[in-house]
Every structure is written in structure tokens, then in C-alpha cells.
């Protein structure tokens, strides 16, 4: 992971600015020159005002991200991992182009002596105090920092990751700058706070007569082509794409695991229990017989499923317990061993490569020539950055920080857990030798060990084969016209999604394969499948009803939509003029009510600030007309969210008057809210005028 990867992790780095820096570095110059046209646009990934990403670079962010995301996670790379790898790293290098465009617009720069500052400063950057304190007196450490700028002017390997760190430390500070500056000239009104406190606290109790928009009868509306043209005039801006998509149909074979697939499994993994009591290898009987393959190991309370976790604590050694059923899983467990240990360890290690050690045996000698020098009082920090291969700790002196079971690989963390405080270990693991150092445990609890076997809930062959043969038989009669006709043929419907992303995995919340995604924007409206897609769950098969391109959407395109909103657009026309009726010659609203054959209703302690009509609505319309209107007289008719309403104020009971300081508090408070939207504010600015291509659908 490096260096980089390393102070994200220590660092925590979750400030916008700073995920943007670990990515600055590797925008530039990515495409050689020389190579040919065409072959740029075939590995071309995407573009962001003329700044090509390539494949191999963008792929390899995606794959570090990942396995960083797997790192935290636990277990391998999902489907919906990789995606959201994909997606983060794509909105960090657009975001890093957009900023860094700007900042060199606006001439941002940072100087020598500005930058050796922030390393060596009087008030260093906060990435490097994290990065080298000093893990035993939790102090920032300049002569260990020294340390490692004086080893990296000879060690290539360190060089590359010191100067990863250095534009970390300039990107993150230009984004600092360009933030201040945005943020410096975003101010707040003494009138404006006054208006926000007035927003909150003024209260207004009125009444109010509804004719709600379910009373007209859908029947009785006629809608033409004028009334749709007038709702999409008035609300246009909604109807814009930020991105291409497609509207798609589709229709759900379902290939779920029937009640006899979850029977079958059952009577399975009872057979597996009556032998993993009887198994001397209970190890070899999980890698054979278990589909997860959860390590035999230790476990804490809280780490396993919640109905092992009920159990096992509370059973004698040697019992096997279930089989319980566990997220589409059935699983049973063999307690091995049960004692009390560390809940966490505290502790730090040097690596060495058994390859590039010239095998396992001289490693070990290695690491126990090591260990000597450590007894004889050499520091462990510098042994680890001359001879840890473990590029994340090492510049940390080797420090893991605290870590809990399940975090590290089986022999490491047994050594961890089961010495005490003070030792210094050699342990070999899957990734070479380490010289391990505890430095404390923290906690003291029950685990238990476990051979756990599980057996995933699958659809069988039967099942699968009669989804499969349903889905070709409905698409041997299906096509562009008869879609949904076959559907109900077929006892099934023919769902919609409206706007299908190119890096959509879902559709309604149904996962789909990235298969199904690339035909329907390869294909054009009308396109039905000509094959169903398999998902674990169904057979689908796919049909295109529109191309949407990214921009305004047109009226055609989105008619079937608004249809509600053109309804309820009439409805209101005809409601407004009835409730006009009922005003005409009224002096209360009372009266308004009576004519309607209603009770006007009593609302109190309402606030402009929270526009809400209790067990109704949120109708900010109508509650923005209440703080207009005088007292003790009927509104005009107000068109709402849930019909059309008349209103009548009855009273206001204004709050206490704002002294200076509270004023000031309060302009404060909505500057701090104000400087806090204002990046998204930019980057929207910023995007809706950017010149972006995006042709990850080709590649993931």
C-alpha cells in the first residue's frame, strides 16, 4: 500500500480535499506520446476537459481502492465493492480536474519555503505530525522525521513514497487555498440572520378548508396535449439528465431457492454435522465441506452470526452446535476451545521476504539476528525502516496501531494475542517472516475457537431449469410490441425503470450484471433482449422504451412520467374554481367551509421554517402564504401539494426580540452552514459547464 496508503489509513482522510490529493499526483500526462489516435480513444476511460484518463492508470486507482475497501470490510471483492471503487475513483479525478483547473485560472500556487514549512514547520501539516509520532510517547518526533528524509535521498523505494507524501501535502494545501478563497467571500447579513431567527421562532395558528386532489375522480380527467405542454413549461429545470441513460422494461423470471432447495441444503448439512463431530481434522473438514470457509480460529462475542453467537459461549467444549439458518445460509459449528484473552493488541512488526531472503530458513535467521539487535538496544524504528518490507508500517517505525481478532492473518494474530506485553516474537505467516513486537493488550474477554461449516441456500438444478425454460419460452413470443401482453400471459409484470445509469447495478433495487447494462445502451428504443440475463435470483429479460441523452429532457420523452402531475395540475383547476365559488361573498373562513359542505380545521404553532400542515402535508405554498396574509380574513385559493386550500390566520405570536450578541451567534452559526455547501455549490457550477465523456461502461 505505500506510504500514501498508509497515512490515509493513520489519518483517517475523509475531508473531500484531502481524498482528492491522493489521486492528484497521478493526473497529468497519461497518455504517451506517439501513440496513435484511435488507440487512445480505445483505452480512453474517460476525458474531462481535454484531459484523457487511461485505462491502466484508472484501473489501477480502482484496484488499490478496493482492496482498501476490502481491508476495512473483511472477506474478497464483491461486485458491489468494485463498483463503488469505480465510482469513487472516477468522481475524485473529475473533481481533482475541475479544481485543479481552477486554482491554475486563478494563479493558486505554493512556494519553497511554504511547503518546507508544512514539513518541518513551527506547525507542520497534520498528515505528517500523524505520520511521525512517536508510537511510544505519542509525540510528534522531528528527529524521526529527519530520519526519513535522509534515508530516502538513498533508498529509491522511499524516495518514491516521501514525494507521494509531498504532493499529497501541495495538493492538499492549493485545495485549501482555492477553499478559503471560495469561502472568504461567502458573508451574512445582520437582516439575514434576523429573518432566519424570525423563520424559526414566529408562530402562526390559523385554519384552514382542503379539497383534496383524491376527490376528483381520475375518470373524469381528460388530459390533451396543452395540459401537458403547460406542466412541462412550468417545471422544465426538473426534467434534465445529468447523464445519458435509458428507459427500460423488464420482466423477473424468478430462479429463487424453493422451500425443497432449502430442505435439500438442511438434510445436507445435517449429514456434515454428524461428521464433523466425528472428523480428527476439523481444520481439512471446513476447506473441504464449508462454502465460506471461515478460518478455524478464535472468536469474540459480537463477531459471529447472531444465532451462533447466542450459543456457542454457553456450550461445553467438543459440542457441535445447529444447523441454524443465517442470511440465505445454513450453518453449523464445533466448539475446539474456549478461554480468555485480549479483546485488542497494540503492537508493531519488520517483514522480510522469504523469496527475496533466499528462502524460509535464512529469513528466520534472519529475523532472529534482528531480534538480537532489538535485545541489545538497538531501536526497533530504525531496524524496521532499513529492513521491513512492509511498506505501510515502516515509515511508521513498523507500528500496526490496535487491531482486534479477525483483522490479521491466523499465526500472526495467534502470536499476537496469546504472548504478553514486552515480547519480541519471530513468526512466519503466509507473507513472509515477521519480527513481532507486543507492545500492549487492551480488554479481557471469553472466545471461543470454532470449526464453523456453512452451506449457501441454492437454487437446484429442477429450479434453475424451470426458470431457464419459462424465460425461453417467453422469449420465443415476446417482442417490441407485445411485451407486457406476454408478461400478464405469463402470470408476471412488466416493471419499468425510468432512468437506467450506464453504471447502474440495480434496477428497483434488483441486482442486475453489467451485462444487462451494456446492451441497453448499446441497443436503441424498441431493442428487446434476445437472451435472458442470469442474476442468482431470476432470468431477465430487458426491453429498450427510450434513449435519454444527458441535458433537457424533451416533452415526449418524459410524458408518461408527469402524468400525476399533469392530473393533479387539472384537478386543480377545477378545485381552485369551486373553492372560488365558496370564497365569493365570504367573510370567514367558516363560511368558506360551510358552503363547502366541510369544517374548516385548527392548526397552531406553526413555523415558516418548517412548513409542514400536521397529519396532512408538507405544503411550503401554503404555509408561505399564512406568514403573508392579515388577520382574521380569508385567503385567495392556494394550489398545494395535496389539493387546493383556503386559509384564514387567527393569530401570530412573534418571539422575543434578538439582542446584538445573539444576532451575531446566529450570523455565525449560518455563515459556518453557508461555508460548508459552498465546494458543492462550485463543483455543481462547475460541472454543468464542464466538458466531460465518460466510457466506463466499456471497460467495467
Known amino acids: 500500500m505505500g506510504l500514501m496508503g498508509n497515512l490515509r489509513n493513520r489519518a483517517g482522510l475523509v475531508i473531500f480535499v484531502i481524498g482528492l490529493a491522493i489521486v492528484a499526483f497521478l493526473l497529468g500526462d497519461i497518455i504517451q506520446s506517439g501513440t496513435p489516435f484511435w488507440l487512445k480513444k480505445q483505452n480512453e476511460v474517460g476525458n474531462i476537459n481535454g484531459t484523457s484518463i487511461d485505462y491502466q492508470y484508472f484501473n489501477a486507482l480502482v484496484d488499490q481502492t478496493s482492496n482498501n475497501y476490502q481491508q476495512q470490510m473483511g472477506g474478497a471483492e464483491t461486485p458491489q465493492i468494485k463498483n463503488f471503487a469505480v465510482q469513487q475513483v472516477w468522481n475524485q479525478l473529475v473533481s481533482q480536474e475541475l479544481l485543479n483547473a481552477e486554482i491554475e485560472k486563478l494563479g493558486i500556487t505554493i512556494g519553497k519555503k511554504e511547503l518546507n514549512d508544512l514539513i518541518s514547520g513551527p506547525n507542520p501539516a497534520q498528515q505528517i505530525i500523524q505520520a511521525f509520532t512517536n508510537p511510544q510517547t505519542g509525540q510528534f518526533d522531528r528527529a524521526y522525521l529527519a530520519q526519513v528524509i535522509t534515508e530516502a535521498k538513498s533508498n529509491p523505494q522511499l524516495a518514491q513514497q516521501w514525494e507521494s507524501m509531498l504532493e499529497q501535502l501541495r495538493s492538499q494545501r492549493l485545495a485549501e487555498k482555492y477553499s478559503n478563497l471560495v469561502g472568504s467571500s461567502v458573508y451574512v447579513t445582520a437582516l439575514e440572520a434576523q429573518d432566519e431567527y424570525t423563520a424559526k421562532n414566529k408562530l402562526a395558528n390559523f385554519k384552514y378548508v382542503l379539497l383534496d386532489y383524491s376527490s376528483v375522480n381520475d375518470a373524469d380527467i381528460k388530459l390533451t396535449d396543452a395540459d401537458y405542454k403547460e406542466y412541462y413549461d412550468k417545471n422544465k429545470n426538473l426534467f434534465k439528465n445529468e447523464e445519458e441513460t435509458r428507459s427500460v422494461e423488464y420482466i423477473l423470471v ?134 521491513s518490507q512492509d511498506q505501510a508500517s515502516k515509515v511508521n517505525g513498523g507500528d500496526l496501531g490496535t487491531f482486534t481478532r479477525g483483522q490479521m492473518v491466523g499465526p500472526f494474530e495467534e502470536a499476537a494475542f496469546n504472548g504478553k506485553p514486552g515480547d519480541v516474537l519471530v513468526v512466519e505467516s503466509q507473507f513472509g517472516v515477521h519480527v513481532l513486537n507486543i507492545e500492549k493488550h487492551i480488554g479481557n474477554s471469553k472466545i471461543v475457537k470454532l470449526a464453523i461449516v456453512d452451506k449457501a441456500i441454492t437454487a437446484g438444478k429442477e429450479t434453475t431449469d424451470a426458470a431457464y425454460t419459462k424465460a425461453n419460452n417467453i422469449l420465443s413470443e415476446i417482442d417490441s410490441k407485445n411485451f407486457a401482453e406476454v408478461a400478464k400471459k405469463n402470470n408476471l409484470n412488466a416493471e419499468k425503470a425510468a432512468s437506467l445509469r450506464p453504471m447502474d447495478n440495480t434496477l428497483n433495487g434488483v441486482e442486475i450484471p453489467r451485462e444487462l447494462v451494456r446492451w441497453a445502451f448499446d441497443a436503441k428504443a424498441g431493442d428487446v433482449s434476445e437472451s435472458a440475463f442470469e442474476t442468482n435470483d431470476y432470468f431477465i429479460i430487458a426491453k429498450v422504451t427510450g434513449v435519454n441523452p444527458k441535458g433537457p429532457q424533451p416533452l415526449e420523452a418524459i410524458k408518461s412520467d408527469i402524468e400525476l402531475g399533469v392530473k393533479n395540475m387539472v384537478k386543480a383547476r377545477m378545485l381552485k374554481e369551486k373553492m372560488n365559488n365558496a370564497l365569493n361573498g365570504a367573510s370567514s373562513i367558516d363560511q368558506v367551509a360551510q358552503k363547502l359542505g366541510k369544517q374548516a380545521i385548527n392548526v397552531e404553532n406553526i413555523v415558516l421554517a418548517n412548513p409542514v400542515i400536521p397529519g396532512v402535508a408538507f405544503e411550503s405554498s401554503v404555509i408561505g402564504s399564512v406568514f403573508g396574509l392579515p388577520l382574521n380574513k380569508p385567503s385567495k385559493s392556494i394550489e398545494g401539494a395535496q389539493g387546493v386550500y383556503a386559509v384564514q390566520v387567527t393569530s401570530f405570536v412573534n418571539p422575543k426580540e434578538m439582542v446584538e450578541s445573539e444576532r451575531k451567534a446566529q450570523q455565525k452559526q449560518m455563515l459556518s452552514a453557508k461555508q460548508q455547501r459552498t465546494w458543492g455549490a462550485v463543483f455543481k457550477a462547475l460541472m454543468d459547464i464542464a466538458d466531460i465523456d465518460d466510457n466506463r461502461i466499456r471497460f467495467y
Open 254 to 387: 424468478n430462479a429463487k431457492p424453493t422451500k425443497q432447495d432449502s430442505a435439500a441444503t438442511l438434510a445436507a448439512i445435517q449429514t456434515l454435522k454428524t461428521e464433523l463431530i466425528a472428523s480428527t481434522n476439523d481444520s481439512s473438514f471446513v476447506a473441504i465441506h464449508s462454502d465460506n470457509k471461515a478460518p478455524v480460529t478464535y472468536y469474540k462475542k459480537g463477531q459471529l452470526s447472531p444465532a451462533l453467537d447466542s450459543v456457542v459461549f454457553n456450550v461445553p467444549t467438543g459440542t457441535t452446535v445447529g444447523p441454524f439458518a443465517s442470511e440465505g445460509h445454513y450453518e453449523i459449528a464445533k466448539v475446539l476451545d474456549a478461554k480468555f484473552s485480549a479483546d485488542s493488541v497494540k503492537a508493531r512488526h519488520i517483514l522480510l521476504n522469504a523469496a527475496a531472503e533466499g528462502g524460509i530458513e535464512k529469513a528466520k535467521v534472519k529475523a532472529d539476528s534482528i531480534k538480537g539487535l532489538i535485545a541489545k538496544g538497538e531501536k526497533f524504528e530504525t531496524l524496521a525502516i532499513e529492513f
